[in-house]
């Protein structure tokens, strides 16, 4: 079958690191997406990975490595403002996002 | 970048009736176009993808008749809600795919919060 598995709930301080990982097992495979939800809104695109290894865009940073149905996403310098649900969806053979329940990040001053 | 939008944001329709979301991708061609319904706290489920000129492949579970999802151009994707019910208020997102070979990039409308009553 397709699962995803994230940890429910991360907590963190304002101002440091922190890294949210995901396993996961689709039938077949078409790349990792992470997604940035709030309360109440629709994902925002954080990020796209489809080959090994590390993607960097500002203070977020993605992994994958696809022979160990892994992936991170790595937040640096954490605002208040990120304090929201992180949702790991990897694209099947058909082209479908498969969802987990996602991780939800709260962020301490 | 790309940008979907999703309208209404929010609609409020008295039970019975039917309710339309629209869907549109503003400066690209979706290749596909999905739906999605999402309770509180709860992740998203998939109701339906829709490719442009062609009917909607819906979930199980998902009743077709109920939930009409019209795609008609590669810019514009519709759902309606037919017969609403109380149980039917949720939110309801779409996302658009553009699909370049190996690159995938599936972006979400700012969903459409439906409460019937």
């Known amino acids: 079958g397709q699962n995803i598995d994230q940890p429910t709930e991360m907590t963190a301080t304002e101002g440091a690191i922190v890294q949210i990982n995901c396993t996961y097992q689709?039938?077949?495979?078409?790349?990792l997406f992470w997604y940035q939800q709030h309360a109440g809104e629709a994902p925002t695109f954080l990020s796209y990975?489809?080959l090994d290894g590390l993607e960097e865009k500002g203070r977020f940073s993605s992994f994958l490595s696809r022979s160990k149905g892994y992936s991170y996403l790595l937040l640096k310098e954490l605002q208040m403002k990120d304090s929201a649900s992180y949702l790991c969806?990897?694209?099947?053979?058909?082209?479908?996002?498969?969802w987990g329940a996602g991780t939800k990040l709260i962020i301490k001053p | 970048g790309a940008v979907v939008s999703q309208h209404p944001s929010w609609v409020i329709c008295k039970s019975g009736t039917s309710v339309k979301i629209e869907c549109r991708s503003l400066?690209?061609?979706?290749?596909?176009m999905f739906w999605y319904r999402q309770f509180p706290k709860q992740s998203l489920m998939l109701m339906a993808t829709?490719?442009?000129?062609?009917?909607?492949?819906?979930e199980q579970g998902v009743e077709k008749d109920k939930f009409l999802i019209n795609h008609a151009s590669l810019t514009l994707s519709t759902l309606t809600v037919t017969s609403a019910h109380p149980e039917d208020s949720s939110f309801y997102i779409c996302?658009?795919?553009?699909?370049?070979?190996?690159?995938?990039?599936?972006?979400f409308g700012e969903g459409s919060w439906l409460t019937v009553v």
């Open positions: 829709s490719n442009e000129g062609s009917k909607a492949t819906y």
């Open positions: 969806a990897p694209m099947d053979s058909n082209y479908q996002l498969i």
């Open positions: 689709t039938s077949g495979f078409n790349g």
């Open positions: 990975n489809v």
């Open positions: 400066d690209f061609q979706a290749t596909t």
């Open positions: 996302s658009a795919r553009v699909g370049q070979g190996d690159i995938n990039t599936i972006y």
